[in-house]
């Protein structure tokens, strides 16, 4: 595709549910990052991948995150037993190279916690 | 810990002003300093980058200056325009190498009134 897709775009979530949220990153980029935006705030680091590898998980608030990048393309960013304060913008980012500065990013998937 | 303030978080102006944005970040060791565009429902499209060794970029009707001794950032939008109404976000990646992990201010919503 033209650009970084993210897939659903919205999603309603019982509190204690599990969520996926996909990303479809630029086809032949190398690196993938996983943000978290909260509402009225700037996004927050989660996740980078490297083709399939996880170089840097810092950001995942608990161990109720989890992301994966099999075939080093389309990533996946799993919650489980989601609360309240998972509520947020979920938007994924790629780049050509690794750590390029170039970073393109999707739309985002809006998750709401009820 | 590397914080990123923006002020104001909002702003409003006519047509045809001159504007500034300010970015403060608490550590001086940054990796480079980014300025990007967020349009509602939508993810982010970067503006200008200014790596660590340099004073300023521009781009069209845009100007970043960057001071690092005083942890400072300015984006500078000449004879705005409607179009330009977004929300405006700086970003640091802190340390002396490419991590890669954009350390995010909160932002500052700018409308531009025809």
């Known amino acids: 595709g033209a650009g970084v897709s993210q897939s659903p775009r919205y999603k309603v979530a019982k509190r204690g549910q599990d969520v996926a949220l996909r990303c479809d990153p630029i086809?032949?980029?190398?690196?993938l990052f996983w943000y978290q935006q909260a509402l009225g705030q700037g996004p927050e680091f989660l996740t980078y991948f490297q083709n399939e590898a996880q170089l840097d998980k810092s950001g995942l608030p608990s161990d109720r995150f989890f992301a994966e990048r099999p075939e080093g393309s389309v990533s996946t960013l799993k919650i489980q037993r989601t609360q309240q304060e998972d509520s947020a913008v979920y938007l994924c980012a790629s780049s050509l190279a690794p750590l390029a500065e170039k970073l393109f990013f999707g739309s985002g998937t809006q998750l709401s916690v009820l | 810990k590397q914080e990123v303030t923006q002020i104001p978080a909002a702003l409003s102006v006519p047509e045809g002003e001159n504007l500034v944005l300010n970015c403060s970040f608490t550590?001086?060791?940054?990796?480079?300093l980014q300025w990007f565009r967020q349009d509602p429902g939508k993810g982010l499209t970067s503006l200008l980058l200014i790596q660590s060794s340099q004073r300023e970029q521009t781009s069209g009707r845009l100007n970043a200056s960057l001071d690092k001794s005083s942890g400072r950032s300015t984006l500078y939008i000449a004879a705005s325009q409607p179009g330009d109404s977004a929300t405006y976000l700086c970003a640091v990646i802190h340390g002396s190498s490419n991590t890669g992990k954009l350390i995010f201010g909160q932002g500052t919503t700018l409308q531009v009134k025809p």
């Open positions: 086809s032949g980029h190398v690196s």
């Open positions: 550590d001086s060791a940054i990796y480079n």
